[in-house]
């Protein structure tokens, strides 16, 4: 079937290097076409499917796709506009949407019987777009061999073999559900199910039909699993793995009276893919993200700092030469993450950044509050985190009027859903008359937490 793909990508003229954008729901037809473009030297581009046009438009202005490959008729349209009509625009099953080109003017690519597999380690294989302080996304450069070496250090760890069947409830344009879920089957030669949404029964269903081995999951999801009649259901999987977003120790705990699994808990990023996991054997220790991988070093500097070293990390950000030396210290990644290390076992302290983790997600306050700026009667604005049981955190907008127009809550919230995907509108708006500040005018966000 990759081959089928992999071919019909060559024959509309993309050939190595070309860049395509891939934002779809979770789907068969679109896992094969993102490991035929793999397969043909194309360089995917990974964006969330519930990205608003605003946030889509900043992706493909940046990364500058040959193609793209999406499944509904507005992002067709958007790609197609902000990429001035040069974008071939495809369905998951590589039907062309209307209007947009039927071939790229580019260097062609795997005809039929054409090579595939000849990307070489150190060529791109993911630009995966993340959050930068700056409020804009930044597009992490993964190479072939980051994404071989992450998958091959976790099937190790996690003795994950071919006998091995995930129940995959993750959106696939992360990289948890794409690098750790669906590449690491492959390279197992594992099965999976692939369920079109996170739903606590269908998990459980799924599950239970297909006897899994294998599910894993951000802390919200454990959250709504263990608040089930059927959370013992758990029990019966080989493994249970969390990560993304910290899963409190008390969570690790009731899973593990209730469902007698020991959730292991593993700590990654976009830009290193996965670096520190608690132990198959031995201990999983509730409240920490465990030892490096295989290959991976990590270390805490003395203020705390998490910083990581190894195959699994990112080359930098694309076109961003000043972001990637910004984040690098002698080929250390410092990954903006405060721990300590505990009889080797690493715990995770907090963030060096304001980064807020909801549902394991990641939202930026600067971006948030870029947006907000934007409605013409916010004078000035400061995003938070509230603590949520359910989703870890949720984004707080705290908002000082211009003083004419009375504050209208809906018309903000409005104004958001236009500009922001679902996870980073605020889930409560408090109004203000000023903005705690320091000397230097900074908002002192501890005040208002
Ligand atoms: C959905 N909503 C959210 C979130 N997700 N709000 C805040 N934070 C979120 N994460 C909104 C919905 O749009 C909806 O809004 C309302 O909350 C309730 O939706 P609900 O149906 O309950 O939510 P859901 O659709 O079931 O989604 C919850 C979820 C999802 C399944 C936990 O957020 C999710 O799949 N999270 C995983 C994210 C992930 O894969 N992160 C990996 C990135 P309204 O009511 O307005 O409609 S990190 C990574 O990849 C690195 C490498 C790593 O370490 O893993
Ligand atoms: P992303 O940039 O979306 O890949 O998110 C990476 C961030 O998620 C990390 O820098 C951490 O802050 C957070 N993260 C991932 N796994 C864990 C975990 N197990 N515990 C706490 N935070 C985590």
């Not at 947009?100 to 062609?108: I, L, M, N, Q, Y």
């Not at 409605?375 to 916010?378: A, F, L, Q, Y």
């Not at 211009?402 to 504050?407: A, F, H, N, T, Y």
């Given at each position: 079937m990759t081959r089928e793909s992999a071919e019909g990508l060559g024959r509309l003229g993309l050939g190595r290097g070309d860049r395509v954008l891939w934002s779809t729901a979770s789907s068969l037809p679109a896992v094969v076409v993102n490991i035929a473009a793999l397969r043909a030297g194309l360089v995917v581009v990974p964006v969330n499917a519930a990205y608003t046009e605003r946030e889509l438009a900043h992706v493909v202005a940046d990364v500058r796709p040959a193609a793209a490959i999406v499944d509904d008729r507005d992002r067709a349209e958007v790609v197609s506009r902000v990429g001035g009509g040069d974008v071939v625009v495809l369905t998951p099953d590589l039907e062309i949407f209307e209007d947009?080109?039927?071939?790229?003017?580019?260097?062609?690519g795997a005809s039929e019987g054409a090579v595939l597999?000849?990307?070489?380690?150190?060529?791109?294989a993911l630009i995966a777009y993340t959050s930068g302080t700056t409020g804009a996304p930044k597009g992490a450069v993964l190479t072939h061999a980051n994404l071989l070496a992450n998958s091959e250090s976790i099937a190790l760890t996690w003795r994950w073999d071919a006998d091995d069947r995930l129940v995959h409830a993750l959106p696939i344009f992360h990289g948890h559900g794409l690098c750790v879920g669906l590449y690491t089957s492959l390279l197992a030669g594992s099965s999976v199910v692939l369920l079109p949404r996170f739903d606590v029964d269908a998990v459980f269903d799924a599950c239970a039909r297909h006897e899994a081995t294998l599910f894993f999951g951000v802390p919200t999801m454990y959250h709504r699993l263990a608040a089930?009649?059927?959370?013992?259901?758990?029990?019966?999987?080989?493994l249970a793995v969390s990560g993304s977003a910290p899963l409190s120790a008390e969570l690790h705990r009731s899973i593990a009276a209730s469902a007698g699994t020991e959730v292991l808990e593993r700590y990654g990023m976009t830009?290193?893919?996965?670096?520190l996991s608690n132990p198959y054997d031995g201990e999983r220790r509730p409240g920490t993200v465990g030892f490096p991988f295989p290959g991976v070093e990590a270390r805490v500097e003395d203020d705390g700092a998490v910083i990581v070293r190894g195959p699994?990390?990112?080359?930098?950000?694309w076109e961003r030469p000043a972001a990637t030396s910004e984040c690098f210290r002698d080929g250390w990644f410092s990954t903006g993450d405060l721990g300590v290390v505990e009889d080797g076992y690493v715990r995770l302290l907090g963030r060096s950044t304001d980064l807020i983790i909801s549902g394991g997600y990641n939202v930026y306050p600067a971006e948030v509050e870029d947006v907000l700026l934007g409605?013409?009667?916010?004078a000035e604005v400061a995003v938070t985190s509230a603590p949520s049981d359910e989703w870890g955190e949720v984004v707080c907008a705290w908002v000082v009027t211009?003083?004419?127009?009375?504050?209208d809550v809906d018309a903000l919230l409005a104004y958001a859903a236009h500009r922001l995907a679902p996870y980073k509108r605020p889930r409560r708006v408090q109004f203000v008359d000023s903005l705690p500040r320091n000397s230097m005018g900074k908002v002192r966000r501890t005040e208002l937490r």
């Open positions: 947009t080109p039927r071939a790229v003017h580019g260097a062609g597999d000849a990307a070489e380690p150190d060529d791109i089930s009649s059927r959370v013992g259901e758990l029990g019966r999987l080989r830009e290193t893919l996965m670096t699994t990390v990112f080359s930098g950000y409605h013409p009667s916010v211009d003083g004419v127009s009375p504050p």
